[in-house]
T-cell receptor, first 109, second 113 residues
């Protein structure tokens, strides 16, 4: 079992819709959880961090964490074509940041 | 406030050669991690340096080595290059625990021919 799994994708949504991205992790002692956005040919950019169970909202983005289910998700409301990118889920344990393979999101105008 | 700086941005090397990549961390960060990202994959952890010591290492052969200097900057060295080493190499800096997130440099695109 991979440490961080992002199995769904690629994902295509119309402009203005809600995009839902999911991620599971295998190690219960994982400490911090992040979502990075990566445009093609660029480096990852941190867009959300979450540390405790529940929801965390920042503008159009909401991160959700459920430690019991070992599940973290990212919701993007009012999706825009500029949101088209690869979204990487990442978790830390013992100072090390581990990534999933990413989900490619395409927002259709 | 300077972010993470990596050099060079692009590099072409021949199989069997050696390469050195460089990274300057974000101001205030003391920990540097290196990642390899192949096309279509998430970044894979190579190793992490803190207090000039390799603190953790991923599943990479000994051909991959590194160093951290007193000013927290870091180098990644790869010996005996293979075609499969072609990838985007990313440097990320953080505080010691990494709990507040990692900041990535723009990467070095290495092509081995």
């Amino acid at each position: 079992q991979k440490e961080v799994e992002q199995n769904s994708g690629p994902l295509s949504v119309p402009e203005g819709a809600i995009a839902s991205l999911n991620c599971t992790y295998s190690d219960r002692v994982s400490q911090s959880f992040f979502w990075y956005r990566q445009y093609s040919g660029k480096s990852p950019e941190l867009i959300m961090s979450i540390y405790s169970n529940g929801d965390k909202e920042d503008g159009r983005f909401t991160a959700q964490l459920n430690k019991a289910s070992q599940y973290v998700s990212l919701l993007i409301r009012d999706s825009q074509p500029s949101d088209s990118a690869t979204y990487l889920c990442a978790v830390t344990k013992s100072f090390k940041l581990t990534f999933g393979k990413g989900i490619t999101l395409s927002v259709r105008p | 406030d300077a972010g993470v700086t990596q050099s060079p941005t692009h590099l072409i090397k021949t199989r069997g050669q050696q390469v050195t990549l460089r990274c300057s961390p974000k101001s205030g960060h003391d920990t540097v991690s290196w990642y390899q990202q192949a096309l279509g994959q998430g970044p894979q952890f190579i190793f992490q340096y803190y207090e000039e010591e390799e603190r953790q290492r991923g599943n990479f052969p000994d051909r991959f080595s590194g160093h951290q200097f007193p000013n927290y900057s870091s180098e990644l060295n790869v010996n005996a290059l293979l075609l499969g080493d072609s990838a985007l190499y990313l440097c990320a800096s953080s505080l010691r625990t990494g709990d507040y997130g990692y900041t990535f440099g723009s990467g070095t695109r290495l092509t081995v021919v």
